[in-house]
């Protein structure tokens, strides 16, 4: 991994689950870290769904290695959320590739 090529920063976010006064389940998402990472966007689909046009994004982040990101995070870029869909190691612990993908607009 080369640090010049980590030019973005993102956030990385974890839900939280709290319960209100009178026993509601309230998911909110907060901030763990703000790194620097790689991205690639990989490939765009546009699809036809339940009577209207959905588009989706793929992108693959690359991060210095952490032990406190995985699947159940998700990736704030660029006023989007990326939902993680894989965690992949790089090299010896020397960095994560992120494959996480958004709902275009």
Known sequence: MISGRMDRQIIIKKKTVTTDSFGGVIETWSDVSTVWANVQYL????????KQTVASIDVKFRIWWRRDVGVENIIEYDGKEYDIYACLELGRREG???HAGARAE
């Open 43 to 50: 490939r765009g689909a546009e699809r036809y769904a339940a």
């Open 96 to 98: 994560l590739e992120l």
